[in-house]
């Protein structure tokens, strides 16, 4: 069980530091959700928004940081 405690430690830290890059630098951050292959259409009564380039890049950075973490924990 200590080992999922530091699990949940180190990620709660990692969100902590991920949110502090947000509100800090909020601008650089601003192509994310724009990216070629995210696809958005917005007509008069209707808007449509599926991200599916950025949740890619998402989940392979994050699956990264997970991965180094789990090394860096054993």
């Known amino acids: ?4 405690g530091k699990i ?3 990620l709660g830290i990692l969100l902590i530091i991920i949110g502090v890059l947000i509100i800090a ?10 990216l070629p292959g995210d696809i958005r259409i917005e ?10 380039t950025s949740m ?8 990264l940081i997970i991965s ?3 090394r860096l924990l054993k």
Do not use: D, H, K, T
Request: no cysteine; glycine share 8%.
């Open 25 to 34: 630098f909020g601008n650089i951050f601003s192509w994310f959700g724009r």
């Open 8 to 10: 949940l430690i180190a």
């Open 68 to 70: 180094l973490i789990l």
């Open 1 to 4: 069980m200590s080992g999922l």
């Open 43 to 52: 007509r008069e009564n209707f808007s449509f928004y599926a991200p599916f």
């Open 56 to 63: 890619i890049l998402l989940s392979l950075a994050l699956s």
